[in-house]
């Protein structure tokens, strides 16, 4: 990818992690290592490198937030079956 893909796809990235938070589906804390990097979305100066290992922090992050979300969702609709 060109480093302005890296970029819009980190700022795609971190808008799910934003609602995800907003809807208290994860906790701000769970972007901890993410923030440590020191690299946003608007770092444009940043290399492409840098939003690469940003991408791999916030989809760490995310995946797991929406696994278990989907598993709710699931187990609920599994329940209503019965």
Do not use: F
Not at 7 to 27: F, G
Not at 59 to 67: F, G, H, K, R, Y
């Amino acid at each position: 990818m060109r480093k302005k893909e890296y970029i819009h796809t980190h700022a795609l990235l971190r808008e799910v992690a934003r609602d995800l938070i907003e809807t208290e589906t994860m906790s701000v804390e769970t972007l901890s290592a993410y923030d440590a990097l020191g690299t946003g979305p608007s770092c444009i100066h940043k290399s492409k490198e840098h939003h690469h290992e940003a991408i791999l922090t916030l989809t760490s992050a995310i995946e797991p937030c929406l696994t278990e979300k989907s598993r709710e969702r699931h187990e609920q609709s599994m329940t209503r079956q019965r």
